[in-house]
């Protein structure tokens, strides 16, 4: 059984880009949820994916936005970055059956 | 809104120590908690997932309870071992499509 997978595992951005990170799911598993790590604190929710479509936000503004692909794989995407979106990006996946997420190792993304 | 706190902030003890970490919430509406170990710069773990039935759960040296109605949950630790150290994440899921809240985390260092 593979476990849920992210890449890159680092990147830096430049403030004002757009940065694209990408999440493969456990298999079996219908459910990607995304979350903002910042240094110190705990993981704060962005959004969810339930077969393809989103089923809850958190409060992050429309330049964060996500995708979830036929087979459960999920982008975030984060468009004119700003410096304090500096932070470690998990993502996060769960079964029909079962609300217990398992998570991926994370992106640490710098914005300069 | 459903608030998370985790106490201590940090710890520090002896190998060999028994410890309890402490996490506090707020909303007794939930679905279940979990807590999670996190290594520095790394994503997370679980530990132990709670169902808001249950009163408790144990895996290996750990042991969980829940407190539904008081809003409170322990982390056990038995006999500490240096491979311990990290940090600690509680997190609860509420009902329907709700996803996790965190704490903040409590640091462990466990020294040989």
């Known amino acids: 059984e593979t476990g849920v997978t992210q890449s890159p595992t680092h990147l830096i951005k430049t403030r004002g880009q757009q940065v694209t990170l990408r999440c493969s799911s456990q298999?079996?598993?219908?459910?990607v949820s995304w979350y903002q790590q910042a240094l110190g604190q705990g993981p704060q929710f962005i959004f969810q994916?339930?077969?393809?479509?989103?089923?809850g936000r958190g409060n992050f503004p429309p330049r964060f936005s996500g995708l979830q692909f036929p087979n459960y794989s999920s982008e975030l995407n984060v468009n004119a970055l700003e410096l304090d979106d500096s932070a470690l990006y998990l993502c996060?996946?769960?079964?029909?059956?079962?609300?217990?997420?398992?998570f991926g190792p994370g992106t640490r993304l710098t914005v300069t | 809104k459903q608030e998370v706190t985790q106490i201590p902030a940090a710890l520090s003890v002896p190998e060999g120590e028994n410890l309890v970490l402490n996490c506090s919430f707020t909303?007794?509406?939930?679905?279940?908690l979990q807590w999670f170990r996190q290594d520095p710069g790394k994503g997370l773990t679980s530990l132990l997932l709670?169902?808001?039935?249950?009163r408790e759960q144990t895996s290996g040296r750990l042991n969980a309870s829940l407190d539904k109605s008081s809003g409170r949950s322990t982390l056990y630790i038995a006999a500490s071992q240096p491979g311990d150290s990290a940090t600690y994440l509680c997190?609860?899921?509420?009902?329907?499509?709700?996803?996790?809240?965190f704490g903040k985390g409590t640091m462990l260092l466990v020294s040989p």
């Open positions: 997190a609860v899921k509420g009902s329907g499509y709700s996803t996790l809240t």
């Open positions: 996060a996946s769960s079964g029909a059956n079962s609300y217990e997420q398992y």
């Open positions: 909303d007794s509406a939930i679905y279940n």
């Open positions: 298999s079996g598993h219908n459910t």
């Open positions: 994916y339930y077969r393809e479509e989103e089923n």
């Open positions: 709670i169902q808001s039935s249950q």
